[in-house]
């Protein structure tokens, strides 16, 4: 992951929510991984960004224009197998806790090996065309 928020931090979510709004509607998007991490304190959000404080940080708007080529980002294999060796490692709680509000706190069903890693491909499959908005 190349942001990992506090899964179970619902107001670090919200706050990230809140600060990628606010680069929707024109505030001034960070071009480092420094310029990300003062963004992120500055807007309450406790996360971790892998990589040094100058590496490149490119955000970029889905396209309207369905003209406009069509871009599907996928994870690389070795965000893949990091997962995975999460789901392996067990007990899969790979979403964060705060989607339980969403659901009134209904515990989550227990998964075998099988079920997570078959929820875990749906998951990237679903996550590389949804455009996650």
Not at 28 to 40: A, F, G, I, S
Not at 50 to 71: N, S
Not at 103 to 130: C, H, K
């Amino acid at each position: 992951m190349r942001i990992s928020i506090n899964s179970n931090d619902k107001a670090s979510w919200l706050n990230w929510g809140n600060l990628v709004m606010s680069w929707i509607n024109g505030s001034v998007r960070p071009t480092t991984v420094w310029q990300l991490k003062d963004q992120l304190t500055g807007a309450g959000v406790h996360a971790i960004v892998d990589g040094t404080d100058d590496r490149i940080v490119t955000v970029v708007d889905y396209e309207d224009d369905p003209t406009a080529a069509l871009v599907i980002a996928i994870p690389s294999k070795t965000m893949l197998a990091a997962k995975f060796a999460q789901i392996k490692a067990g007990p899969y709680t790979l979403m964060p806790q705060w989607y339980d509000e969403a659901w009134g706190w209904v515990p989550r069903s227990p998964m075998t090996l099988t079920d997570a890693q078959n929820f875990g491909i749906m998951r990237v499959g679903e996550y590389s065309i949804q455009e996650c908005c």
